[in-house]
């Protein structure tokens, strides 16, 4: 059996505030295969975009990982010092999309020069990178002619675009897409996707952070749902999409609306993610979930294996919640009703 890419191994991450330790993201599991897509799905404020800056060593100058491990090709990379960092994993082996990456380009250099520092960081010689980037600017749908100009020069949907082929430009193994078409209209967010779903365009594995469960389930393999720095659930894209465990997982996919039952009314999830600090002894969806216990909040919930909806034992899915079997069998439950009443409609 091959070794994973990138494992995320107890993962804890803390930020420092005047009010105390705010923990951000807590005792997270999850890796990602080698040539495949990995979805990072949740509601803003539940610890995707902090586990994202924790992979490339860019938390915010008050954030520490606090605990546990984070490997790329086998090798711990959570304590690389920013030298190492550069010259061993970022643009090279790991690259990153931000959110408002459209910000992120420097405005008084050309692009072709912000090219040019970053394959020199990694030796690659200003010919070399040149003929690169123009490549790339074809294969995300920009004239080549146009990598001499100043970030000014593009529109929104360009500057994203300019993004993807500086993130491919040294070939990566592994690409982080944090909510990559943030503030687009709908048409630009198709064409960015377009590209982004070329595997073969891409050559790289994928980290797909979103608010949006719909586009995981339409463009990965695997998927992790989080909710208040806690993993929620982590299966393939497929086992959650028949088979959702959490209770999170099953109110926000039924939050989106679905082409098979155009008619059904969307759920609510009423409140916020909770702010978290030190340790976190409770399951964090327990204030929201209407199908919470007294014991849900006593202790924090180890992500275990489940069973399918057949019986057998999932070896990928996994489920935070001391519930889940009465959980599933609820919604298997509620999914019958549905059947037999639109036969009875029928």
Known sequence: MTEPLLEVEDLTIRYETNQGAVTAVSDANFTVESGKYFGLVGESG??????????????DA???????????????????SEKELNRRIRW????????????????????????IRIGKVHGIGEEETMDRFR???EVVGLQPSRITDYPHQFSGGMKQRVI????????PSLVIADEPTTALDVIMQDQIFNYLDDRERMGA???????????????CDHMAVMHGGQIAETA??????????????ILLQKAFPDIRNPKRELAVIDGTPPQLFGEITQCTFAERCPWAAEECFQTAPPLEQVSSDDGRESKTHRAACIREAEVAKDRRREAMD????????N
Request: glycine share 6%.
């Open 338 to 345: 549905q059947t037999t009443g639109g036969a009875r409609d």
């Open 92 to 115: 090279k082996e790991i690259s990153f999309i931000p959110q408002s990456s459209m910000d992120t380009l420097d405005p008084l250099d050309r692009i072709s020069d912000q090219a």
């Open 46 to 59: 539940c610890g995707k975009s902090t586990i994202a800056k924790s992979i490339i060593g860019a938390l």
């Open 62 to 80: 008050n954030g520490q990982v606090t605990s546990g491990t984070i490997k790329y090709k086998g090798s711990e990379i959570q304590h690389l």
């Open 135 to 137: 490549d790339l600017f």
């Open 164 to 171: 993807i082929a500086l993130s491919l430009l040294l070939d």
């Open 205 to 219: 594995s994928m980290i797909l952070i979103t608010h949006d469960i719909s586009l995981v389930f339409e463009s």
């Open 236 to 249: 393939t894209a497929t086992e959650i999409y028949d088979s959702p465990r959490h209770p999170y997982t």
